[in-house]
């Protein structure tokens, strides 16, 4: 079992920046991938960002593409999602998820095995 949570939600202006957070209970190198996945009301669950641990790769959803970036702290089993330029339709709750072993799916339908609690993330002008 790996226990995931996520800090760092809030609202923010419109091109404003956020970064959110997502400690893992256990070493993320253990871990397949990690991504993030975002529920916009009335909409389908998105996966928009990918994070592999052990070879550094990372990918987006086009939706995301340039503005937000996934990163690692190793050390602090840590998965980070800097968002910049942030738009009213990023508005969504964002959930840090986490898959054990291959394949990894989780670019548009994510299938994770564990998911975080979410946290809240409002954009407006």
């Known amino acids: 079992q790996v226990q995931l949570v996520e800090s760092g939600g809030g609202s923010v202006q419109t091109g404003g920046s956020l970064r959110l957070s997502c400690a893992a209970s256990?070493?993320?190198?253990?871990?397949?991938?990690l991504g993030w996945i975002r529920q916009i009301p009335g909409e389908d669950r998105e996966g928009i960002a990918v994070f592999y641990p052990n070879d550094g790769n990372s990918y987006y959803a086009d939706s995301v593409k340039g503005r937000f970036t996934i990163s690692q702290d190793r050390a602090a089993n840590t998965v980070y999602l800097q968002m910049n330029n942030l738009k009213d339709e990023d508005t969504a709750m964002y959930y840090c998820a986490a898959v054990q072993r291959p394949p990894c799916q989780m670019i548009g339908t994510a299938r994770p095995d564990y998911w975080g609690q979410g946290t809240q993330v409002t954009v407006s002008s």
């Open positions: 256990k070493y993320t190198g253990s871990l397949r991938c």
